[in-house]
Nanobody, 124 residues
Framework: QVQLVESGGGLVQAGGSLRLSCAAS????????MGWFRQAPGKEREFIAANSWTGGSKYAPDSVKGQFTIARDNAKNTVYLQMNSLKPDDTAAYYC?????????????????WGQGTQVTVSS
């Protein structure tokens, strides 16, 4: 089992930045592929970014490219999502997820473990 705990969400003005953190426990973090997703009210959960434990990252095309950056610190068992130039459309609950495979997957069904989410609200 893997436990994931997100933090770092909050209220921010448009144009601002936030860094989300997700701390993992229960399995060797260096062997987990980590992903970030978000879900706005009334919408499906959507992929943002993933980082494979073998190296390499994948981002959702168009929607967050150049705006969000995923990074991991294996020494701290933590994955981060740096979010810049935030817009009101970025308002959502943000979730981290983990899987044991090496592929930086983008489908929610590919992930075995999920955090409880952290809310990000961007005001105009």
């Amino acid at each position: 089992q893997v436990q994931l705990v997100e933090s770092g969400g909050g209220l921010v003005q448009a144009g601002g930045s936030l860094r989300l953190s997700c701390a993992a426990s229960g399995r060797p973090f260096s062997r987990l592929t980590m992903g970030w997703f978000r879900q706005a009210p009334g919408k499906e959960r959507e992929f943002i970014a993933a980082n494979s434990w073998t190296g390499g990252s994948k981002y959702a095309p168009d929607s967050v490219k150049g705006q969000f950056t995923i990074a991991r610190d294996n020494a701290k068992n933590t994955v981060y999502l740096q979010m810049n130039s935030l817009k009101p459309d970025d308002t959502a609950a943000y979730y981290c997820a983990a899987r044991g495979g090496t592929y930086a997957a983008s489908a929610t069904s590919d992930y075995d473990y999920w955090g409880q989410g952290t809310q990000v609200t961007v005001s105009s």
